[in-house]
């Protein structure tokens, strides 16, 4: 698949310099439970910007360095110095992709050429990287010159300077590269000059750490690493401990101050709804804790629920206010995320409802107490989409640890070539499993009473499709109940709805069910014939009756809607 999305992004770009993606990310291996920090490691990863949408499948993201951190902890300048070499490393390999190209045969020998254009990642990532202080400091963005803390008294002295609680983005003053290069040159000329703690105070003023080590401190860097194409999330910024886990815990806490409303009702009523994943969200006593994934799944349910039945309230207008508004805006991104090409309107209506959202979320909670650096972070996404086209996020990488977690566990923490042994095999077991996969199969297949294979999960072209998940197509929505291989060919059984109407609430559409029909990935051509009918209804039959392996569906045209279509997000 790589391969052939490579072809694709080269025939499509005539100067052949493609935009190369640079991720990095902390991951501890083990579990939630019992993390086995020896083995908690950094790795990046590569990909392309020209990939765009297939950038969601983790195929396209290659593993290229990995430090321990308890290795990382022993270098001089940390983070920045361990990426300060990667850079170089890349720069002087021969053929460097990124100076000279590197002939690749797509499928004739072609020449390729790259820019590092992107470096993605959550906070900690993008601030280890080029050694600034990030949002524990007084100057929180790498990319603003004048917003600070909420708490720091500079703010006072000069109506220039702003705090991250200001949401009108024409009030900030943009960062360039050559100030930060800048800031990293006079605290090198300074550090010889003052002592520690009045070198610690003008890195405060910076945002930046002195680390002569680091990628700031590299003039040989500078055409080819800048700061300011850094990128963060909108994963992180929304969801994991971001934005919307903010505001969902803040709303069920103002649900639990209402009369009359009952914390079993709320949560009988959210488990109600039909979910992908089958599992119940993990909503008790007005308090949700959950991975991203299930707040994805809880946010569109309790935003119905607050419009069905407390819309009226009174005594929430300003919070039902503010998460309408935040349920415009994770609705836009969503669309924006499906969107190979982004247009400018898309990022323009972005910026105005983010900006509604912030007022109406500090007139709704104490703005000094509530207001987030992420909040302020958001504000930046549309220009990042901007500058792409697309949206990035997060998701994909996440789901990409899982092989390096797994891989990881055969692998002593005591080995002295541990980071180059792990990465190399790491790569072998991904060409393995793409040649593998490249065909569609079906996964853990049982074999049915009638003859063929079924199996809950499947796997198609380009990615994996389960029991209970939504798939999009000619209009319609359907439900995949089974995946069988008949004949060679893997087939899914769905149900199908139909569109009715858009409902008040902008997470909901009314599908109306229709039938059950066959169809074949990835054509998705549907077939409706009565023999067809009459025989996967008996299939589906014998498939509860003798495999145990499928449940009574209890979803309804709305839970379709606001359930199952958010459990595909990502």
Sequence with gaps: MFRKCLIEAMSNNTARRLRLILYLDELTPGNVIRPDNRRKLYVWYISFVEFKLHLRNEALWLPVAAIRSTILSTVVGGLSSASRALFKAMLEERPSVLLTGALVNVPDPTLLQAELKVYLGDEPAVKGIWSVKGFAGIKPC?????????????????????????????????????????????????????????????????????????????????????????????????????????????????????????????????????????????????????????????????????????????????????????????????????????????????????????????????????????????????????????????????????????????????ATQFERDFIIRVNEIQLSETKDHAQPCLIAPKLCPLGFHVARRARLKYVSVAEGEVVFAHGMAMVVRACAEVDAVIELLVETYTFVQFDANPLSRVWRKSSIARLVPPECQLHFHLMLFFLYFLFLSLMMFFCSMFKQSRTSCRSLAAGHSWATIS
Aim: with cysteine; glycine share 2%; charged share 25%.
């Design 142 to 414: 790498l990319f603003c010159s004048n917003i600070v803390k909420k708490t720091s008294e500079l703010r006072r002295l000069h109506p220039w300077l702003k705090t991250i609680v200001e949401e009108n983005k024409d009030l900030f003053q943009p960062n360039r590269n050559e100030d930060l290069w800048n800031a990293q040159a006079h605290l090198a000329a300074q550090s010889a000059l003052l002592t520690k703690t009045a070198l610690d105070t003008l890195e405060k003023a910076c945002g930046q750490n002195f680390c002569p080590q680091g990628v700031l401190a590299d003039r040989d860097l500078r055409n080819y690493a800048k700061p300011l194409d850094s990128q963060f999330d909108s994963m992180h910024i929304y969801w994991s401990n971001g934005i919307v886990d903010l505001e969902v815990d803040l709303m069920l806490q103002s649900l639990k101050k209402e009369p009359g409303l009952n914390s079993q009702h709320l949560e009988t009523y959210v488990n109600s709804w039909s979910s992908a994943s089958k599992t119940s969200l993990w909503l008790k006593d007005f308090q949700f804790k959950g991975m991203a994934s299930q707040l994805m799944q809880l946010f569109p349910v309790l935003s119905y629920f607050l419009d069905k039945f407390l819309s009226t309230d009174a005594s929430l207008t300003h919070e039902l206010a503010s998460f309408r508004a935040l349920t415009r805006v994770v609705q836009l991104l969503k669309r924006i995320k499906d969107t190979a090409e982004v247009s400018l309107q898309h990022t323009t209506e972005l910026a105005k409802l983010q900006r509604e959202h912030l007022s109406l979320f500090k007139r709704a909670y104490d703005a000094e107490t509530h207001v987030k650096p992420k909040h302020h972070f958001s504000l930046h996404l549309p220009e990042q989409i901007n500058r792409c086209s697309c949206l990035f996020d997060c998701f994909v990488t996440e789901r990409k640890h899982r092989l390096i977690k797994a891989e990881i566990q055969h692998y002593s923490s005591c």
